[in-house]
């Protein structure tokens, strides 16, 4: 017979950053309670179910695999999320392109789009605290349309549409007040792709050519012609990218162009607006 106190103790995740709060996050989903349930229980008998499930879970983060996959969820700004392995696991510093687009949209109305959406984290997130805001949320995998579009459905936000698009190729003639995107940012030899958690997320969600700019300069491009006049685009980029991003951005006739930081002190999202 195993209680929980034994098996938090013995449990082990040597290569895991975050190693207790792991095996307390497996341990209490393989239970179905919460984290406080095991500080306030700590006698209660592990059925020999449950003690399976939470070694197997265990046993994959052992291999490296997030336990954002293991569990199949996320949190992300308010919202409990449903993650899958076809796309990015929404990252906190992402919270930081949702504060600044929210102080972009006024209380009131209008239209934004949320380009590669992923899990539909961003849009999900603008669309819980504006509701007069009718949020667009594209992506180009069809597994993340439909997770999206489940985060959605499950959520209650009517006023979130989730549709397939690479980019703008389904938006002709559309124009939004604000255009937000967390794109794939990361150069296609950086070492850091071959440690730690992002080896299991999908390239295509992480990826961006040979300086990490592609996708950054396809939507710098052409966000004009699907902004209106004095409309708002606001990009999460790489740490060391804020400066080449303010440039593409001025080039393209966007003006108050600006960086702004992170909890980490790098700046990570760079913002501007169209002329009126
Ligand atoms: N927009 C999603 C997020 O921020 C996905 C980003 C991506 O796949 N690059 O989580």
């Excluded at 059925?47 to 490296?64: H, I, M, P």
């Excluded at 949320?114 to 069809?142: K, Q």
């Excluded at 993340?144 to 959605?152: F, G, M």
């Amino acid at each position: 017979m195993t209680i929980i106190a034994s098996l938090l103790r013995e449990a082990q995740l040597p290569e895991s950053p975050t190693a207790r709060l792991d095996i307390e996050l497996l341990l209490a989903a393989a239970l179905g309670k919460t984290r406080s349930y095991l500080r306030t229980w700590p006698e209660r008998i592990v059925g020999t179910e449950a003690a399976q499930v939470f070694a197997s879970y265990l046993e994959r983060r052992r291999q490296g695999e997030p336990v954002a996959y293991i569990l199949g969820q996320q949190g992300f700004w308010s919202l409990d999320l449903e993650v899958a392995p076809h796309t990015l696991i929404p990252r906190p510093e992402t919270e930081l392109l949702v504060e600044l687009a929210l102080q972009c949209l006024p209380a009131g109305q209008g239209r934004a789009l949320d380009l590669g959406t992923g899990t539909g984290a961003i849009a999900l997130a603008l669309g819980r605290e504006r509701s007069g805001w009718h949020m667009v949320a594209v992506d180009r995998v069809p597994e993340a349309v439909a997770l999206a579009e489940r985060n959605r459905a499950r959520l209650g936000l009517a006023n979130v549409s989730v549709r397939a698009s690479h980019w703008f190729s389904a938006l002709e003639g559309e124009r939004f007040d604000l255009i937000v995107s967390n794109p794939p940012y990361i150069c296609s030899e950086d070492p850091h792709l071959s440690a730690g958690d992002v080896r299991f997320e999908p390239s295509s969600a992480l990826v961006s050519g040979r300086d990490g700019l592609d996708d950054i300069r396809h939507i710098i491009a052409n966000a004009p012609s699907h902004l209106v006049s004095a409309g708002w685009l606001l990009l999460e980029h790489g740490y060391d990218q804020a400066p080449r991003v303010r440039e593409l951005m001025a080039q393209q006739g966007f003006e108050q162009v600006e960086s702004r930081e992170d909890l980490g002190g790098h700046e990570r999202v760079t913002l501007g607006r169209l002329p009126c």
